[in-house]
């Protein structure tokens, strides 16, 4: 049974540029939730996909867009990219429900020059 | 606003000792908590968790207590190995906030030999 994937591992761009990350969820789950964790901190919840539309939205600009496919598959877009913008993006899938443990996966790590 | 909160950075203990990571938040709506590890360059893995209609839940070497009157909550790993040195966060979710979870700092565990 495969876990949450993540692609690509890692990802170098330049300020202005557009980023995509992907994510496949765990086998049976239905809701991706997308997270940033800067350096030395925990990591901040940016939004959630169930049945293909955004459920929920944490503090994040509208740069940061997402998209979740029949196959409950996720992608995280991300425009006009700041430097501030290099973290490590983790995808978690679950049933979605209240008090579903969230698993994780191994994250994209972007580095913005 | 720091709605999970874990005031120590590092925990140091020795193998087979007990090891007490701590965990406070002022949220009251929150009322499922859990614990994740995470190793660098890997996704957090989840480790244990705890419904507010309980105080403690144990597995294995991991025993989570939740006291709600103090909005505080503990993870003590007996005994404690080498292996378990990773970074510990705790994270909290609630009814308000759907599925999302908020995440503390993370503290960093070193088990020496």
């Known amino acids: 049974d495969a876990g949450v994937t993540q692609s690509p591992t890692h990802l170098i761009k330049t300020r202005g540029q557009q980023v995509t990350l992907r994510c496949s969820p765990k086998s049976g789950h239905d809701t991706v939730s997308w997270y940033q964790q800067a350096l030395g901190q925990g990591p901040q919840f940016i939004f959630q996909y169930y049945e293909e539309e955004e459920r929920q939205r944490g503090n994040f600009p509208d740069r940061f867009s997402g998209h979740q496919f029949p196959n409950y598959s996720s992608e995280l877009n991300v425009n006009a990219l700041l430097l501030g913008d290099s973290a490590l993006y983790l995808c978690a899938s679950s049933h979605g429900g209240a008090q579903e443990t969230q698993y994780f996966g191994p994250g994209t790590r972007l580095l913005v020059l | 606003d720091q709605q999970v909160k874990q005031n120590s950075p590092s925990l140091s203990v020795q193998e087979g000792r007990i090891s007490i990571l701590n965990c406070d938040y002022t949220?009251?709506?929150?009322?499922?908590f859990l614990w994740y590890k995470k190793y660098p360059a890997e996704g957090p893995t989840f480790l244990i968790s705890?419904?507010?209609?309980?105080d403690k839940n144990e597995d294995g070497r991991f025993t989570v207590f939740l006291n709600k009157s103090a909005k505080h909550l503990s993870l003590h790993i007996v005994p404690s190995q080498p292996g378990d040195s990773a970074v510990y966060f705790c994270a909290a979710s609630g009814e308000t906030s759907g599925s999302r979870l908020t995440f503390g700092e993370g503290t960093q565990l070193t088990v020496n030999p």
């Open positions: 949220n009251s709506m929150f009322d499922y």
């Open positions: 705890i419904s507010s209609i309980k």
